[in-house]
């Protein structure tokens, strides 16, 4: 499903007919003093994750609790709670603020069974108010971070309370709404009458949508709409005389949604979402990293790092970036070379390399393989500017006829010295993680030609090879159309293919008419390459030569 923006409102969910009420719980964390640890004795249980609390957990200054830390998200949980008085009626209050750019949401689990609460604010602590029933004498309330890491927030002022309800004298309202499509689900707070919720007249949308079914199920009212909602454009829904159970009949509600991204926060290349980032500033000159954007436009994968947060560097026409994705959210098999599109995610900082972290699962197909991207050549001294290098973050670069000044064999992670025609440079950091065939491998003595995608951050800068072959020893690593002879063209029956050079190892060869239609493929086993042309119509062709990773493509003629 994709990202919804909405209007969003403070968690204020309304309690009908409140009687009485009485505090179980108040926990006020502005009686810690000691910035090394604390232990909270009044209500909560320490942190289960750590023994106790420690520094980067408490801040003593604010009397604020932070919950979590970047390798997993954190709790903390109430001991058994009486709650079973007041007909188990309980209303959980308190504030709470999200840390830089983690999740904007948290969740508040009562015996296990989690309530997201969304919105929270990574400026200012705001406070959230949320009702439950069902309480018993062994009632446990949990706050936990969002997502599995990076899922921290700040929390204080939990208050819980007792309520005894009255008879239910209050209309339903609609809570949220989540479009996907061809439905829209309308969340009201509580359960609904089925006729007057099922009723289509009673629910209209604009930008000449039309409702065409409706189905209840508990509080959640499902839409049939027609035709398609458009990603990036705004709705207004207005419902009226839905009735709740207890035959309360609402006024007109309205709620304004945005389906998917809006078209201001759509970017076409990588160029325009790297800009984004200047108009994330505020006023400090601060960023939240709080929107999310759309890259719409066709990009390359360069080059995945598995090892390392499953860092996947892609590239286009205008530059490149690196999708951080530690939580796994691309599923999808990708390789080197994929052509993709269509990625929503928000834009971080990380010690001045800026990473765009997906919000979404991509699971789609590659719209095409073996895309060639042709790297960047710099040479030593380039790579120690780094305000030049800054501005190709990223991208696929090489360095040639470079001679390593140590010995020995590639260590992961470890910084190497160049020489470069007579001048040696500053440290370049070979930065790979267990890539087969680097690591342990023998360091070249002679010169060589380096490729791999260019990271920079806290001020150094890095070439990440990818596979074994971007530590070369003087040779091309990749094969251009001038590396390929194709003959007779044009050709009658038999095509003769031949490589002018045994540094790039064909192992599949594919033909595509003029439109990009595959007419044939086969596996190749040499260089010497022979294509059967009698079945193919008279016109022109492409031929592309693969050895897995990289690609090559070019034309002959069919008489």
Request: glycine content about 8%; proline content about 3%.
């Amino acid at each position: 499903m994709k990202k919804i923006s909405l209007l969003l409102f403070t968690v204020l969910l309304a309690f009908c007919g409140l009687n009485a009420q009485t505090v179980v719980l108040s926990e006020d964390f502005s009686a810690i003093t000691d910035s090394s640890s604390y232990t909270i004795t009044n209500s909560l249980d320490q942190y289960t994750q750590m023994p106790g609390w420690t520094g980067d957990w408490v801040y003593p200054s604010t009397g604020k609790v932070k919950v979590g830390k970047s390798a997993e998200a954190g709790y903390i949980q109430t001991p058994a709670l009486d709650l079973s008085g007041n007909n188990g009626q309980f209303t959980v209050t308190f504030d709470a603020k999200a840390w830089n750019n983690d999740a904007t949401s948290l969740i508040v689990a009562v015996d296990g069974v989690p309530y997201t609460v969304e919105g929270l604010s990574t400026s200012t602590f705001n406070t959230f108010t949320v009702p439950f029933s069902g309480g018993t004498s062994a009632t446990v309330v949990k706050f936990q971070g969002f997502q599995a890491s990076h899922g921290r927030f700040f929390l204080d002022n939990v208050i819980i309370t007792s309520q005894e309800l009255g008879p239910d004298t209050d209309a339903p309202f609609v809570a949220s709404v989540t479009p996907s499509g061809n439905t829209l689900a309308v969340v009201f707070n509580e359960a609904l009458d089925q006729t007057t919720a099922e009723t289509v007249g009673n629910y209209a949308l604009d930008n000449n949508t039309a409702i065409t079914g409706a189905t209840l199920n508990g509080s959640v009212v499902t839409l049939a709409v027609s035709p398609a909602l458009v990603e990036g454009n705004t709705y207004t829904l207005i419902v009226n005389n839905v009735a709740d159970v207890a035959g309360n009949v609402m006024t007109a509600d309205t709620v304004t949604f945005t389906y998917g991204v809006s078209s201001e926060f759509q970017v076409a290349n990588i160029a325009a979402l790297r800009a984004k980032w200047t108009d994330e500033l505020d006023v400090n000159g601060t960023h939240f990293g709080n929107d999310v954007y759309k890259l719409t436009g066709h990009v390359i994968v360069t080059g995945i790092n598995d090892s390392y947060r499953h860092q996947i560097f892609i590239q286009d026409a205008t530059g490149a970036i690196v999708i951080d994705d530690p939580n796994g959210k691309v599923t999808s098999a990708l390789e080197t070379g994929d052509e993709i599109a269509d990625l929503y995610g928000k834009l971080t900082d990380y010690y001045g390399l800026l990473q765009f972290a997906l919000s979404e699962d991509f699971n789609g197909p590659a719209l095409s393989i073996y895309n060639d991207v042709t790297p960047l050549t710099v040479t030593v001294a380039e790579m120690q500017n780094v305000e030049y290098m800054n501005g190709h973050q990223c991208e696929l670069i090489r360095m040639e006829d470079v001679t390593f000044n140590e010995t020995g064999a590639f260590v992961n992670g470890t910084k190497y010295t160049l020489t470069q025609n007579g001048t040696s440079g500053a440290g370049v950091w070979i930065h790979f993680y267990n890539v087969a065939g680097i690591t342990g491998e023998a360091i070249p003595t002679t010169p060589t030609n380096l490729t791999g995608v260019n990271k920079i951050s806290y001020s150094q800068y890095y070439l990440i090879p990818r596979i074994a072959a971007d530590l070369g020893t003087g040779v091309p690593q990749y094969l251009t159309e001038n590396d390929v002879v194709v003959y007779p063209n044009p050709v009658a029956d038999q095509l003769t293919v031949s490589l002018r050079t045994n540094a790039f190892q064909v192992s599949d060869l594919a033909v595509y008419d003029i439109n990009g239609k595959l007419i044939l493929s086969q596996p190749v086993s040499d260089n010497q390459i022979r294509v059967s042309a009698q079945q193919l119509a008279a016109g022109n062709y492409f031929l592309r030569l693969s050895d897995g990773k990289h690609s090559v493509t070019t034309k002959f003629v069919k008489r």
